[in-house]
Structures are given as structure tokens and as C-alpha cells.
């Protein structure tokens, strides 16, 4: 143990340096809220790495001026409000996108360093190959089989000798006798 600072590694790239490059990395949603505020150029979603949704801010608020100054009476209105229906959608979307950025860049950084933190091609959960599959198919079919055997509470489906019923008499077997009868059950079905 006296010896343990010797091991540190203190040339950086440890828990120390990932957290510093995530802090630098991360969206917070008061930067993103700022650059809400000035919606018509779109740079709340560009802050928020999403560009082509970006870009649209920009195209509609050129349609809009573009309108109102080539177009007579009030087609303007159209472009405008299409552009305020989506920035009124962004003001409540940005908050999901925010943690879902966050969220990918923390498991990039600290799952799977330097390599995709997507999952492998074929997974679908904790079993991967078919054969586990199958294997947790049939095991969960002789468990629902034992389960539906049970009956807690009730006396199994033979009766059994006359003292066992004798003990049990007309009320519901105990804990004690409950755990015998499955015993005996699996007994049985291990047998037959």
C-alpha cells in the first residue's frame, strides 16, 4: 500500500481528462435556449448538431421576406407561420435532444473509448447467439411449467397419503409444508 502512488498514472487520459473533455463537449440548454432566441437563422439546432433542421430557419425566413416583398396582401403570413410553428416545436424539443447529445457523447467517452459506442450488428439484448436464445426459450418453458404445477397455497393435484390430509385438515398448508409439496413436485417431475 505504500507503494501504491507509484502505480498512478498521472500522464493524463484518466477519469480526470474525460470528464474535463466532456465538460468541453457537452450542450447546456441556456446556450441552447440563447440561441433560440434568435430563431430565424436557425442556430439553435446547428448548436445542437443538427444542420439540415438548421438550415430550414434560414430558407423560411428568406420565403417570409421574400413573400411579404413580392407577394401582394398577406401570403407573407403562410411562410411566417410555418416558420413560428417550428420554433415554437424547437422551444420544447430542445430539451430532449440536449440530453439525448449528452447521453452519446458520455457513453462514446466512457464505454467504449476510441470505438463506436453503438452495439454489435446482430444484438438484441443479453443473448446474442440463436442457441442461447433457444436454450432460455426452453428454460423458461419448463419454469412456466413447474410455476403452473405449483398452485401455491392449495394442495397439489394428487392427494397424497392419508397423513399428509390428515395433518393438513381444512385449512391452507403452512410455509414448511408448502416448500415440501414442491419438493415433492420437482421430485416427480425430475423423475417422470
Known amino acids: 500500500m505504500a507503494k501504491a ?10 477519469l480526470q481528462a474525460v470528464n474535463a473533455l466532456l465538460a468541453e463537449k457537452m ?24 444542420p439540415r433542421g438548421g438550415a430550414v430557419f434560414p430558407v423560411l425566413s428568406l420565403a417570409v421576406a421574400a413573400t411579404a416583398w413580392l407577394a401582394p396582401g398577406w401570403w407573407w403570413l403562410l ?10 416545436h424547437d422551444l420544447f424539443w430542445i430539451e430532449g435532444r440536449v440530453v439525448r447529445l449528452n ?8 464505454l467504449r473509448k476510441g470505438k463506436s459506442s453503438r452495439p ?13 436464445a433457444e436454450a432460455v426459450k426452453r428454460d423458461l418453458h419448463a419454469y412456466k411449467a413447474v410455476k ?7 394442495p397439489s393435484a394428487s392427494p397424497g397419503t392419508k397423513e399428509e390430509s390428515g395433518a393438513r ?11 415440501a409439496m ?4 420437482t421430485k416427480r417431475r425430475d423423475k417422470g
Do not use: C
Open 79 to 88: 411562410p411566417l407561420a410555418v416558420l413560428l410553428g417550428l420554433a415554437i
Open 120 to 132: 454489435p450488428k446482430d444484438y438484441r439484448g443479453r443473448y446474442t447467439e440463436d442457441s442461447d
Open 5 to 14: 502512488w507509484q502505480k498512478l498514472n498521472l500522464e493524463g487520459g484518466g
Open 148 to 154: 403452473e404445477q405449483e398452485r401455491a397455497g392449495h
Open 169 to 179: 385438515g381444512g385449512r391452507q398448508p403452512s410455509f414448511n409444508e408448502q416448500e
Open 27 to 50: 450542450r447546456t440548454r441556456p446556450r441552447a435556449y440563447v440561441a433560440w432566441a434568435l430563431f430565424p437563422l436557425g442556430l439553435h439546432r446547428f448548436y445542437l448538431l443538427e
Open 182 to 185: 414442491l419438493r415433492e413436485l
Open 103 to 110: 447521453k452519446e457523447l458520455r457513453m462514446q467517452l466512457f
